[in-house]
């Protein structure tokens, strides 16, 4: 199973961008890189998919190196509603994710 | 986007009673659904994997005879906690996947507190 790694937690002011970067060095061949976001209470809600260089939403843009051993999401300027935990995870989307594995995510606080 | 619910959101229940928990995929069909669980300040640790019409898969130390898993249908999973005690208090969360596979999509979760 692939392992993520990720900063605990982070910290930024409204307006910023805020980059949150993910370490998976051992990703399969077959792994997408997919990224969550998840309020108290809640289940976690999709943000962001991507396999390799960059993939860009309404909400969210992914970087993914070309050895793709890391991936980072852009938040760009964040707002206070975007505090929230948000987790990195790989797995293959071709078996149905059954090998995500939910790491610790990270808890970003953005304050005014 | 394909929405996941759960019901109910949350149950308070004694302990020695069961309690049973619906995950329901309402505008997709799902062949394969997740139940997680997730302690406070902690991380979703994957309990089970279901498959339409056939048994579930336990993740290793989930008791498949607590934790009753069926998926009877292809928009329906329930999860049943059986004869729950007061440490199977957590906040249970469902997702799904569609027949042409693709992301898990979680439902709002249900906290369970057995008293």
């Known amino acids: 199973l692939a392992k993520t790694t990720q900063p605990i937690s982070m910290d930024s002011y409204e307006g910023q961008e805020v980059n949150i970067t993910c370490s998976h060095n051992n990703i399969a061949t077959n792994d997408y890189i997919t990224w969550y976001q998840q309020f108290p209470s809640q289940g976690p809600r999709f943000i962001i998919q991507?396999?390799?260089t960059k993939v860009t939403n309404e909400v969210a843009s992914l970087f993914i190196p070309a050895d793709r051993k890391s991936s980072t999401l852009s938040l760009p300027r964040v707002s206070l509603s975007d505090t929230a935990v948000y987790y990195c995870?790989?797995?293959?989307?071709?078996?149905?994710?059954?090998?995500?594995?939910f790491g610790k995510g990270t808890m970003l606080l953005v304050s005014p | 986007g394909a929405v996941v619910s759960q019901h109910p959101s949350r149950v308070i229940c004694k302990s020695g009673t069961s309690v049973k928990i619906e995950c329901r995929s309402l505008d997709f069909q799902a062949t394969t659904m997740f139940w997680y669980r997730q302690f406070p300040k902690q991380s979703l640790m994957l309990m089970a994997t279901?498959?339409?019409?056939?048994?579930?898969?336990?993740e290793q130390g989930v008791e498949k005879d607590k934790f009753l898993i069926n998926h009877a249908s292809l928009t329906l999973s329930t999860l049943t906690v059986t004869s729950a005690h007061p440490e199977d208090s957590s906040f249970y969360i469902c997702?799904?996947?569609?027949?042409?596979?693709?992301?898990?999509?979680f439902g709002p979760g249900t906290r369970l507190t057995v008293l």
């Open positions: 995870l790989v797995g293959d989307r071709n078996s149905g994710y059954s090998t995500l594995t």
């Open positions: 997702s799904a996947i569609g027949t042409s596979g693709g992301e898990q999509f």
């Open positions: 991507g396999y390799k």
């Open positions: 279901s498959n339409e019409g056939s048994k579930a898969t336990y």
